[in-house]
């Protein structure tokens, strides 16, 4: 809400995700070689970053002071909450008060985006003056959970790509990272006590061009791995920027990377290679007492290196074919009393988020990991539709909505035959705009369950930061919209302040995608897609829910 009588008149209608309640005012506050910055001691860590954030393009020193004119001020609020945040800019002084840091760094995030495009380049440009525009603004975001997946199984992303992009979320607000860190072609984690995880499994020789069914390959070794202290630095980068690192180890599917390190965890009497085609292959795990032994210790080193409360055991897309023609795995049936592979995989991950929870963490894992019951405590990620979400949130386990249909951005932004490498059905930058999370059937108690959203980008046609930051901007704008602001929404709004936020985009050298369409240097004519239609995909999730179907039956509307 502007006091301005146009929304074209409003200084400050450019903040994405756009701020819950905005009054302007005249004037505004410059920033000069005199301005410090006044905080409560429990906000250094923001005006650190603040001075590091603005310092390079403003050449403006922001030095500790007191309170008085001309200053910058961060103060704690006891009436708000962590997150929340009062920023006040008048023509004689900045304040901003906050819950706690989380919210004095949000409220450090929407003053730099009150500056100038400029003050977000690596350098100055010798523009000026530096000045805010006068402004009260009171927010907090909607939601706890405002996620993103960056596969870095399938493509690598060195260290300093993944820190810019780290820095990229909390521009946006963002506060979780949830790192895919295995699957059947990498593993990306040093692991002391088994060393050719990231020896053997970090590398492949080849890799699929454009999608599987064209069976093109490069020809080119693909690679690369964290080493733990890596990991600690990463998790320390994304803590001060407050977001949370949730680590993914991918059970007991998608898991050919591991099996060919150490053929024993396997079904087959053979060595495997680290997988090079996309998409669910039979190589899973065996189901011995040495194997969930085996990736308990691994999860040992996990809990180590990430210190957040959740991680991600996967549990999705688990072919049974190699458990069903396996004497051991039909005699395990058997020990264990169970009825079928499907209770097999229910109890398989079962040994895993009763392990986590006795370790006092929160185990997380796609919706399939709700056939065969979950214990208390378990989070599900539902990515095929909102079947498993509504499922979970009645059955009273928390829920993070992520459905493939509308938030997976990966998939093409537009039906131009110049995306690059099309694949799956259109997911526009109005579609993710328009993406609610909270499912309409839920109750408001049930409502209660829905931690937030995740946009999940996989990066099996994602080869390099180029192409990430045209698959993942301005859509990530629109979902940062979503998971922070009301429920009410006007696209229209946004997409006239997106031509705003796009200078800073480009200040910072991310290469979006253009609303036109992508440049010539986007796309990719070597790289065939499969683009498929939203009824098609909508069908395939139907024929991936009937096992929760026949389980729990169709949620009532």
């Not at 997150?83 to 919210?103: D, H």
């Not at 053997?200 to 080493?227: C, F, I, L």
């Not at 979006?512 to 070597?526: I, T, Y």
């Amino acid at each position: 809400m502007s006091s301005f009588e146009s929304p074209e008149e409003s200084p400050t209608d450019t903040v994405i995700p756009r701020p819950i309640l905005i009054t302007a005012a005249e004037g505004c506050f410059v920033l000069t070689e005199d301005t410090v910055i006044a905080s409560d001691p429990a906000f250094e860590h923001t005006v650190r970053w603040l001075r590091g954030a603005l310092g390079p393009a403003t050449r403006l020193p922001l030095l500790p002071g007191s309170p008085g004119p001309g200053t910058i001020q961060l103060v704690r609020a006891a009436d708000l909450a962590e997150e929340a945040y009062r920023l006040q800019v008048t023509s004689g002084a900045v304040r901003i008060e906050a819950g706690g840091p989380a919210g004095a760094f949000y409220g450090a995030q929407t003053l730099r985006q009150l500056l100038p495009a400029d003050a977000f380049r690596a350098g100055p440009l010798g523009h000026g003056p530096w000045s805010i525009p006068a402004v009260t603004i009171a927010d907090a975001p909607r939601f706890a959970w405002r996620g993103v997946l960056i596969d870095v199984a399938r493509r690598f992303l060195p260290k300093n790509d993944l820190l810019r992009y780290i820095d990229l979320l909390a521009m946006h607000k963002l506060n979780v990272l949830h790192l895919h860190l295995t699957d059947d072609q990498g593993w990306r984690l040093e692991i002391k006590r088994f060393p050719r995880l990231a020896e053997v499994g970090a590398w492949r020789r080849e890799s699929s061009v454009g999608a599987a069914v064209h069976e093109k390959y490069d020809g080119r070794p693909h690679g690369g791995y964290y080493t733990q202290d890596d990991i600690r630095e990463i998790v320390a980068y994304a803590a001060d920027r407050f977001i949370t690192v949730v680590p993914e180890i991918d059970l007991p599917g998608h898991t050919q990377a591991a099996i060919a390190a150490y053929p024993e965890l396997g079904n087959l009497d053979e060595s495997l290679p680290v997988g090079t085609t996309w998409g669910v292959n039979d190589n899973v795990l065996n189901v011995e007492d040495r194997t969930i032994a085996f990736f308990k210790a691994v999860l040992d080193e996990v809990l180590e290196l990430f210190p957040g409360d959740y991680v991600c055991i996967g549990g999705d897309e688990v072919p049974k074919k190699q458990w069903r023609d396996s004497p051991r795995a039909k005699e395990r049936i058997r020990e264990l009393g169970l009825r079928d592979e499907d209770e097999l995989q229910s109890w398989f991950i079962r040994q895993f988020t009763e392990y986590l929870i006795a370790c006092g963490r929160r185990p997380y894992g796609w919706d399939e990991i709700l056939e065969g019951g979950l214990p208390r405590g378990t989070t599900v990620a539902s990515w095929r539709g909102t079947f498993g979400a509504v499922t979970a949130a009645r059955l009273g386990h928390d829920v993070v909505t992520c459905p493939f249909t509308e938030l997976y951005l990966d998939f093409r932004q537009s039906g131009d035959p110049a995306e690059p490498v099309p694949i799956g059905s259109i997911i526009s930058l109005e579609n993710v705009y328009g993406f609610e999370p909270v499912p309409s059937e839920l109750t408001e108690e049930e409502s209660r369950h829905i931690l937030g959203a995740q946009a999940n980008i996989w990066t099996e046609h994602i080869d390099s930061a180029r192409h990430l930051d045209y698959m993942a901007f301005p859509r990530l704008a629109a979902f940062a919209e979503v998971v922070w602001g009301q429920r009410q929404r006007a696209f229209a709004d946004f997409r006239r302040r997106l031509r705003s936020h796009e200078r800073r985009l480009e200040a910072l050298g991310v290469e979006f995608r253009p609303e036109s369409g992508p440049h010539p240097w986007q796309s990719r004519p070597d790289a065939p897609g499969l683009p498929r239609d939203f009824a098609e995909v909508n069908a395939q999730v139907e024929e991936w829910t009937t096992n929760i179907v026949a389980q729990y039956g169709r949620p009532r509307t």
